[in-house]
C-alpha cells in the first residue's frame, strides 16, 4: 500500500555532491521509519541510513557516518539523502526503503532505485 518514488542519481565525480529525494504516498507514516540501502555491483544490499518519520532522529551506518545526511519534509511526505565527498565506492544504486520496525537488514517497502555513479 506503500509506494515509494525516488529521484536524484546520476554521475559525479569524487569529492563532489548529490541530493537523492523520495517521494512517498500512502497510509500512517507517523510510525515508519524512512531508510536509504545501496547495492553496489556483484556485492549484496547494504544498509546506508533511515530516518524516524516522528521526530526525525536519524541513524548511519558507519561507511557513510560524517559525510551523509538523511532528512526530511513532513509536508511533502519526502526523504532525502545528501551525499557528500563522495568517493567511487559510494558507485551503486541506491534504494529509498519504509518500515514499521526500521529494520537495517530487510525493509516492507522498496522504491524502484536510482543509480549513482562516482568517477576518480
Known amino acids: 500500500q506503500v509506494q515509494l518514488v525516488e529521484s536524484g542519481g546520476g554521475l559525479v565525480q569524487a569529492g563532489g555532491s548529490l541530493r537523492l529525494s523520495c517521494t512517498a504516498s500512502?497510509?500512517?507514516?507517523?510510525?515508519?521509519?524512512m531508510g536509504w540501502f545501496r547495492q553496489a555491483p556483484g556485492k549484496e544490499r547494504e544498509f546506508v541510513g533511515n530516518?524516524?518519520?516522528?521526530?526525525?532522529?536519524?541513524y548511519y551506518a558507519d561507511s557513510v557516518k560524517g559525510r551523509f545526511t538523511i532528512s526530511r519534509d513532513n509536508a511533502k511526505n519526502t526523504v532525502y539523502l545528501q551525499m557528500n565527498s563522495l568517493k567511487p565506492e559510494d558507485t551503486a544504486v541506491y534504494y529509498c526503503?519504509?518500515?514499521?520496525?526500521?529494520?537495517?537488514?530487510?525493509?516492507?517497502?522498496w522504491g524502484q532505485g536510482t543509480e549513482v555513479t562516482v568517477s576518480s
Open positions: 526503503a519504509a518500515d514499521r520496525l526500521g529494520r537495517r537488514k530487510e525493509s516492507e517497502y
Open positions: 530516518i524516524r518519520w516522528s521526530g526525525g532522529s536519524t
Open positions: 500512502g497510509r500512517t507514516f507517523s510510525n515508519f521509519y
